[in-house]
């Protein structure tokens, strides 16, 4: 039996009016990856926090106890000093300064008053290595994708020895390469002694990497499974995390029918805005029936946003050409504002950037993009949107006291629903969904799926832009596989399959 | 539903912080401070920081850009008013050209922040020198004297810039009395109905309690303060302008479409842009009106020093971004009303009236705003925090 490393012993947090932790027990041994799994808002963040001395000791009740000692941490600095380190979601590097300099900030190498640049970029270089970075640590943050970046913050954890390093949702901003990549990194620090706690919404990558998984619900710990005993898959999982079986992830669609072809995108190419000799849409064709739901399945930097938006009144890209034709006419869209007139939908796939408003309540997002359906010559009818903001509540049962609520004060998966209300309030015949279900929970993903399938029946067409596989699968009619750029395959929901779709997608770059 | 006193007091707190200000001078004063004529003072002499805050605060709800401009602007636009007045032509040309004067220069700066990008900070710098140097062009350096009595009646100088008592009332001037029960008795009429639609579409209302307190407060204040103007000679002209001004861009910013879009792009230009909302136009339209707003104010300025002087209207941008940040709007866009707006011109107003009643010599006079400005923002960010 291997030595225990931590013991989170009956941690209880309150915060004024709620109960964010009761009575949670984690147990982390040495050597172990450990994952911590829970719907959103069920207090993983909050429990690391606490370990990480985020919440310092005092305001939390219970005992953290660390390689035998108890500890108290008053600040991120104590427990970082114990070799307790969390990397956070967001990811917590400056753009504008090289690898080097992100990576011992506020740890500078040298004297207070003299950095020893040498030391810090060939101590930089070294931890880089071990992370599997080829890149020299005087680049520039900003001019490295996510997925290096990421890997720049590892770099970082390692260089503040740490002992037992915390992932918090690791793989969140990284495509299906980039995230295997990472997954495989942290089993080989495991070989090397190193303990590490993940926390994922990406259930098959908890199984992939975990040794044990730590269920979390409503604060409290629910189970503790280990995967070496027993056979542990999602549902399993799933079953602990929403205290139900989930038998079914993606809601069936009763009598499916399509209709015409609504709208038909034909040898689509669009370059880069800065670098005009970048072709990041390429010769891409596409179209959508009516009730349909089309999924596009590409890795992240594949083109699928770039090429929704350039389609989307041209929001994005230089010197576009090719045709669109909606309803069988050709039509050019020149801004967003002709999009929406042209009944055309894209709901954005990063709604706190550039969906929402977060400082605005509910009511004011959702007439946001068809201000004319409740305001007459210039002058808004605060009665008729305050309405129109609760009818659709009601309709995607968004969880909010009223709709003054703020969005930015609400889940994810609620935001998710104010953002779809935005759009279906703008009465479109096609919708384009980018990522519409990132970063939100089992529970909310269900009813997000149960919005599109109504959407389809109504007889909407539905474009879902999606990197993760599962859901391409279970939700769509037709598949379209993006590569670099272009459309490399296209497949029908029965045809489809996991193995297939890679396939598409490595012919493909062999092909290169 | 109960009544959160915590909430009150944060909601209001600067609200009870001008009351707080003004019994302090009230007191230290001896009484002085609440005389009818200063009272009247504190309207007529900082008639331009409402006029220009109000302009301001579309500018900074975009963002929280500034425009450092309209100080020169007003003595720029003053100046041509007065030049063409010396000339003997009829003041209300003078007043048209001023306007559309404004409005040009509202759409040279917002052209330029809108549709070319240039930062709204270095396009408004560039304007403060160059219509700094403008208004000395169009004076030739000189003060130019205003005569029209007209035009001096209706925009606010000189002795008899009131509105006339129709029912020549001894010691009191009825008209503005009446005229103070009038706006109370609408306020309450409007209230009410708002609160009876609400209730018939089947929408909550606040309780009638706080909304009760609230409108009898309010009636208080208002009767009160058109009292201490009925007692020295009645509605000055500029409060008027004044009124008309705040009316308006409270109705834009809370009831036009183009108001949402000034608080959506503050929030999330992206957003907004990918709504289908053209954000350069919204820019533009907020610049133009600053536009229009700065040659109101040189309207105004001119008329209360019954003179046009190259020197005019340095520092009142200042005037104008302070009170809108006392008034809380939030320096990063997409927070503010008028309002806060108008809470904090009166505060900044007040303080500078009481400091000269006591005879606190001028550079204190500048270190105390500084420091109540501060002040105000510090509390404004720490109530914030807390929020979370």
């Known amino acids: 039996m291997a030595k225990e490393l931590l013991r989170m012993d009956h941690i209880t947090k309150t915060f004024p009016g709620v109960k964010a932790l009761d009575n949670v027990n984690l147990t982390v041994e040495e050597g172990e990856i450990h994952a911590l799994v829970g719907e959103n808002g069920a207090g993983k963040s909050t429990l690391m926090n606490v370990l990480s001395g985020i919440y310092p000791y005092g305001t939390y009740e219970g005992d953290i106890i660390y390689n035998g000692e108890v500890c108290k941490f008053q600040k991120i600095k104590d427990s970082e000093e114990k070799g307790i380190v969390i990397i956070h979601q967001e990811l917590a590097l400056v753009p504008q300064m090289s690898i080097g300099e992100n990576m011992f900030l506020g740890n500078e190498r040298g004297k207070k008053n003299a950095i020893n640049w040498n030391e810090t970029y060939g101590e930089a270089d070294k931890y880089l290595k071990m992370v599997g970075l080829s890149e020299s640590s005087r680049v520039l943050i900003k001019d490295i994708g996510t997925g290096k970046q990421q890997l720049v913050e590892i770099a970082k954890a390692l260089a503040k020895h740490a002992k037992l390093l915390i992932l918090d949702e690791p793989t969140s901003s990284l495509n299906e390469t980039d995230s295997r990549a990472l997954l495989d990194l942290m089993l080989e620090f495991k070989k090397q002694g190193m303990t590490m706690i993940i926390i994922s919404h990406k259930l098959n990558e908890v199984v992939y990497v975990a040794d044990k998984i730590t269920v979390i619900r409503d604060g409290s710990t629910v189970e503790t499974l280990d995967c070496h005993s027993m056979e542990i898959d999602e549902s399993r999982i799933i079953r602990g995390m929403v205290g139900r079986e989930l038998t079914n992830r993606f809601p069936k669609r009763e009598g499916v029918k399509l209709g015409d072809i609504n709208m038909e995108v034909a040898n689509w190419t669009v370059y880069h805005p800065l670098y005009a000799e970048r072709k990041v849409v390429d010769n891409v064709s596409l179209n959508v029936r009516k009730g349909e739901v089309v999924g596009i399945y590409g890795l992240m930097g594949a083109g699928r946003t770039e090429l929704a938006m350039s389609i989307f009144g041209k929001s994005y890209g230089a010197d576009i050409t090719g045709t669109l034709k909606i309803n069988g006419k050709e039509i050019e869209l020149k801004d967003p504002r002709e999009a929406i007139d042209a009944k055309l939908a894209y709901v954005t796939e990063d709604r706190k950037g550039n969906g929402l408003v977060l400082s605005n309540p509910i009511r004011v997002n959702t007439s946001l993009a068809n201000m004319k359906g409740v305001s007459e010559k210039g002058i808004i009818d605060k009665d008729k949107e305050y309405a129109v903001a609760v009818e659709y509540q009601g309709k995607l049962k968004t969880k909010a006291p009223t709709v003054e609520q703020n969005v930015g004060n609400l889940s994810g998966g609620n935001q998710q629903k104010v953002l779809l209300a935005k759009w279906m309030f703008t009465d479109p015949d096609i919708l384009i969904l980018d990522e519409p279900t990132r970063g939100i929970d089992v529970g909310a993903k269900y009813e997000i799926y149960c919005i599109i399938n109504d959407l389809a029946k109504a007889g909407k067409s539905v474009i879902m832009i999606s990197s993760e596989m599962p859901e391409i699968l279970g939700m769509s009619d037709r598949i379209y596989i993006m590569n670099e750029g272009k459309f490399v395959g296209e497949l029908n929901a029965e045809e489809a399959s996991q193995e297939k779709i890679m396939a598409n997608i490595l012919q493909a770059g062999k092909g290169e | ?388």
């Open chain 2, 1 to 388: 539903m109960s009544i959160n006193i915590k909430d009150v007091l944060k909601k209001y707190t600067m609200v009870l912080a001008l009351i707080a200000v003004i019994l302090f001078f009230q007191l230290t004063t001896g009484g002085k401070m609440l005389l009818p004529q200063n009272v009247n003072n504190l309207i007529s002499q900082n008639a331009y920081v409402f006029v220009l805050a109000a302009g301001m605060l579309l500018c900074i709800l975009t963002g929280g850009n500034i425009d450092l401009a309209c100080g020169s602007v007003v003595c720029f636009i003053g100046g041509i008013g007065a030049v063409i007045m010396a000339k003997n032509i009829n003041f209300v040309v003078a007043v048209i050209v001023m306007l559309i004067c404004g409005i040009l220069v509202g759409a040279w700066q917002g052209y330029w922040i809108a549709y070319i990008k240039v930062p709204p900070f270095i396009a408004t710098l560039a304007g403060m020198y160059a219509f700094r140097g403008l208004s000395n062009v169009v004076l030739q350096g000189y003060v130019v004297g205003i005569s029209n009595t007209a035009f001096l009646n209706i925009f606010g100088g000189g002795a008899d810039c009131y509105v006339p008592d129709l029912f020549h009332g001894e010691g009191m001037n009825l008209t503005c009395v009446i005229a103070g029960i009038a706006l109370v008795v609408i306020y309450v009429l409007l209230v009410m109905r708002s609160r009876a639609s609400a209730k018939a579409q089947g929408y909550s209302v606040s309780p009638f309690v706080s909304e009760a307190v609230k409108m009898a407060v309010i009636g208080v204040a208002v009767i009160w303060f058109f009292f201490k103007l009925a007692s020295y000679k009645g509605i000055p002209a500029a409060l008027i302008w004044i009124g008309i001004v705040l009316l308006a861009y409270a109705y834009i910013t809370s009831n036009t479409t183009m108001g949402r879009y000034l608080y959506a792009v503050g929030g999330n230009e992206k957003a907004t842009t990918l709504s289908g909302i053209d954000s350069r136009k919204v820019y533009f339209f907020a610049y133009v009106n600053m536009g229009l707003m700065s040659g109101l104010a040189g309207i105004l300025t001119v008329a209360r020093a019954t003179q046009a002087q190259p020197t005019f209207g340095q520092g009142y941008e200042m005037d104008a971004i302070a009170a809108c940040f006392i008034g809380g709007a939030s320096a990063y866009g997409g927070e503010g009303n008028v309002f806060g707006i108008v809470i904090g011109a009166l505060l900044m107003g007040v303080i500078n009236m009481g400091m000269s009643i006591m005879g606190v010599e001028a550079n204190y006079q500048k270190v105390v705003k500084g420091v109540v400005v501060l002040v105000a923002i510090i509390f404004d960010v720490l109530s914030n925090k807390k929020k979370k």
